[in-house]
């Protein structure tokens, strides 16, 4: 009952998501990073594995080369979580899984919504295999908190869902000097822009908590800043099958903001909010207009037992062990020979909504709109 | 130099905006209250009159009877302000107006759109007079400030614009019991629901401090409650004139919510929030990444020096302070004979456009919407 | 049932508490001001008039000239408020008082504990007179919804109390500069510095909150900026007569703080949090972890029905409102021939309890305290 | 350069701070748990072997055996954490540091005062040992951020000091039934109550950000629960050696308080304010009254470039990022060959003075007291 072992394809110098997983993984002493394919490039492939604490002779310069090699030492990783640019989810993920591993992928699954079918498809014929995809916002404690509020009813019926997500370090083109900037409004490696990067986000979230599905929408989505190839504003009006009515909107350009996804949700017998920069409150309030903060580690949490903080109340968790819950609930179905639909881990059928969401919003965007005149003869 | 003599129209007993207007007139001990018809039933004028510290003889059963018995007094009133349902702001404005006296009336300036064209109309064949809407938001002093910031390019350009006017207390149906909400969604009385009650205040708060105008617009407005004949919900994309895009929210179903007007403003340079619960801070933030908060009442902000505070900074105002700053500018007007557009109070021009939008809004509601079908096959 | 009568002795060009009493007065339609001794300079008479909006006839240079004129009138002034600085409080109370004039008497009582036992005594002698005293704290409804919290056991046996006043405003020697400032640090007006100007509104504020007196103490009241006659710093350990400990510190060199009045009161089964920056939420805590939020003008509060608020919840009022409800309760007492201990108005008692509270922190100041050389040998 | 490898003293099952500290050290790949002494119960090693992630035969019962075998081994440990309740800190340090190995260690740093110094003592004797010890809150990114203002001169000369500690999970007797508060209210294994516990957390922090020494001392630290052993309350007015002065407060039963603590520095050019429960904020006033919140991973900071956050501005970092950044020095330094001084991990000089400070409170509390009668005659 050692740590389970873990192979890591993406992730080389500069990255941001690698060393999240890594760390995330590591976090609950039950999973070890034991080799990678960090980079493309051979020579940086030791110093990769000096970062990562890994034995340079497990830092892979080809996946391909990783899957096989790790396949046939009696020590080999067993199973593997992808860190690449989004255009490599697919190839990678197919490779690793047809190789037999089962897969932690970062979001989106892929980078168009033919290839999250076709890995749909290709998970369809391997029951047992795993595919977990980090949906990051998922595994903060509150979000659970909030989730099984709206599942159990104590919110009555859902009638609105605010959800944003906005940040401002792209309101200048920063792609120009930043590695990270560079990637992702790319349209090769990205796919898509701010809709694709954070506002699939947002859209998750909102139908993680609500427990509703979105049926129909309206968009505006749009790129503000001079020369920029990908979307870096996105504005949504929402439906959920259920009739609520929703807004989701997200930025890049939003100047100031620094990671502010918050979501409010509001039925007919209670209402929520969240807000991830201050994870650890969530806000109710019930319908006699009692306000309510719950706080994470609190005892009097419905999903107080299930091991989603690490510390007594008011001792900060944060970002690290949110995604450390992810991994920690599909090392635990991994152990105990479940299905990620057994977990509250994001899988394919996720990432397919994603990803259609995605398209949907940016190839219908600016229909339906009217001239407003206000006043003018 | 004594107290400006005031005469209200509407405010009678269960009436919440006509002793805000009384409170607000009164602060600055340069208006005085003298004169009313607070409410159509003569057998409770006496009472309305010793509630508002009236003479009960000049407590009026029709607003057409104190014009004229006011106009021949000595001392009697000098302007009147309109506080009654939205379905008589326009009759009695036009009354007012022809029998010559200035006029400051409660939002919206109409019940339709045609009566603030007529009353538009009315106007402009009488340059002396004034008339002012009380748009309260527009009153607060931070809202000001902010208003600066915009105007004088310290925000750079203005790229995005999110205003949200969140109410919870229509989340049942209130208007079986509860007078105010029974004339506010009543479609003969109010003329519009959640749109033109709320909305509007939200629309005309962020064209005052951006500082740019709406050009078009894409709205979903609906009734959440069952049996209630107004919309109870509103939620718009919009687009600015400049290029700018934005976002408008307001509800009166979301469960929770106070009054929650807030707004958010990005510029390529720098952005500002600010929220109505708490008015007297405005968060703003640089292109270097720094946050500043300004608070009212302080020595840094640029519109100090203009009395829009009354107390030290860390003393409180609120709600009737802002109101307060209305009627300081109107009567400070009145006194040096300026029009009402060398004030900040919004006139017919600010009552035209909200009337619009809010017709806009309803009219066009649910266009241009796309299924999502997300993973059905 | 006209509006009853004030006149104001005290609050001349550049004050800054006179204006808020006649502001807080006035609000409710149910006082007027009508006369007043603003200044003792007669050329200034005049313009104090018209600031107030007072007949000049009315605006006298004396208090003694006004307490006799006023007498005489048939529409004279029925009661007297006193917004001098501190040295006068005694004289002309006690001037109105013998005069048969009801009294409203900015804080403190007096400019010494003598002389507030002196007014004590005088008051003996005469039950039907009205003494209030404007510890404008106490009127926030939050504040009186918290002492109904303690005073009715919600909160269980009350254990520990801290309560802080900090403001920056005196951290530069702004008394060279700001008459307010002047007066305040000048022993022969003020009498004593922060502890008396400010440490005194803590005090009664955590008296009057947790329905529990101060037994004991121990104070380090200290002069921080050179040059200055008076403290301008203090902090007391406290206890209580039930066996609670408390901390009170109050500054006036706290850099940056604006008027931070602050109650924190801990019982063993809930707890309560108020900040006067943000007046209309109180923070709860109860014994099985859950935090709740009572925001003011909510159905929800013990108080709701008092008509301690005059909006609808999120409309926020502040310090003038505050202020307003112990005007509005001292006229109810009066109209109804109540006495001042039967409303939440404080009076000489509390001022008693006040003059002492500062002189005794002030003369034992520094007692008790030991070296500590930590790791120097 | 493979992870540096760990050995355990304590943190057995049930235990708080063990897998912190494991978490902690392993979060950056430099460091690597391989050993542990976790618990004297033999039959219980097993267990804490899996549950830490670490070889069996490695677990030891008694931490002498530990430091005899892993001393042994080629791919022995390299240094020692010390976990235990606080009254072994001493003699498990003492045994680790004369078998040769570098210590990390929770605080306090010993049960006495006397141990300390002896502990100091042994220090001074071994100039290459390196010893630190974990005042977790000294890791924060904004605390060190605090500290570089402070010592940098940016806020002027420190005037006042105000930090707080507030608990509320003792505000029971927990520890009839909770392991963490039986030893922590047992005078045999803890040695002091509430004021050892957190108070020197709090003497700590405002020591080490203000970058001023503590010079004398008034304190009231008191048992308010009915049958505890040790303090639960600890209330300190304290005086700095440049004239400074400050108040301590710290509690156990301030019920309804998760880990309140917080610390305010006010200096005569400005101030700064920090909390634990949102420890990626620093709000700054400077003297001419603008507010500034710095934000923790943003480039403004003065000490960005140090590597203190892992993750981009917004992404929440914690409790154990704070902690794994005394690892990452502690490591840092071994590697370079550094003592403890040139980082700002806290070491013996710390520790000595925290128990000094501990002693000192709990010994000469309650001097100095007045008692106060206010009005009573």
């Known amino acids: 009952m050692g740590r389970l072992r873990m192979a890591m394809v993406g992730g080389g110098p500069g990255a941001f998501i690698g060393p999240v997983h890594r760390r995330a993984a590591e976090l609950d002493a039950a999973i070890e990073l034991v080799a990678g394919a960090f980079t493309s490039d051979p020579k940086r492939a030791p110093d990769a594995a000096a970062f990562y604490g890994v034995d340079p002779a497990r830092s892979y310069a ?5 899957l096989d090699a790790e396949k046939k030492r009696p020590d080999g990783a067993e199973f593997v979580c992808i860190v690449t640019p989004n ?3 697919w190839p990678v993920a197919k490779a690793a899984l047809e190789a037999g591993f089962d897969v932690m992928s970062d979001k989106p699954a892929t980078a168009t919504a033919e290839e999250a079918h076709a890995l749909q498809r290709l998970l369809a014929g391997m029951p047992k295999r795993l595919y977990g995809l980090t949906y990051t916002y998922t595994g903060y404690p509150l979000v659970r908190e909030a989730r099984t509020l709206c599942i159990s009813g104590a919110l009555g019926v859902i009638r609105k869902v605010v959800v944003e997500y906005s940040q401002g370090w792209l309101s200048t083109r920063a792609e120009l000097e930043n590695k990270q900037a560079a990637w992702r409004t790319d349209p090769a490696r990205a796919g898509a822009g701010c809709t694709g990067d954070i506002g699939v986000h947002a859209f998750n979230l909102a139908e993680f908590v609500a427990g509703e599905r979105v049926s129909s929408l309206c968009a505006d989505v749009s790129t503000v800043v001079d020369g920029r190839a990908l979307d870096d504003d996105c504005n949504v ?8 009515r929703g807004v989701l909107h997200a930025s890049q350009i939003a100047l100031g903001e620094r990671n ?6 509001y039925g007919d017998e209670g209402a929520l909010a969240w807000r991830q920069e201050t994870p650890n409150e969530l806000a109710l309030t ?11 580690g609190a005892g009097h949490l419905k999903t107080s037992g299930e091991g989603y903080t ?3 109340t008011g001792h900060p968790e944060g970002y690290f062990e949110a995604f450390a819950n992810l991994y920690r609930d599909f090392a635990c179905a991994r152990r105990e020979g479940r299905t990620i639909e057994t977990t509250l881990v994001p899988g394919i059928a996720e990432g397919v909504r994603g990803m259609e969401f995605v398209e949907l919003a940016v190839t219908q965007s600016r ?3 009217v001239e407003f005149r206000g006043g003018k003869q």
Do not use: S, V, Y
């Not at 080809?62 to 990783?66: K, L, N, R």
């Not at 009006?237 to 609520?244: D, P, Q, S, T």
């Not at 019930?286 to 994470?296: I, K, P, V």
């Open 260 to 265: 502010n996804l918050n979501l409010r949700i």
């Open 62 to 66: 080809a996946f391909q080369d990783m």
């Open 237 to 244: 009006l929402i439906r959920f099958a259920n009739g609520a």
């Open 87 to 89: 255009h490599l989810h």
């Open 310 to 312: 690490r510390l007594p």
């Open 286 to 296: 019930w319908a006699d207009g009692r306000g309510e903060t719950r706080h994470a």
């Open 367 to 369: 229909k339906g709109w």
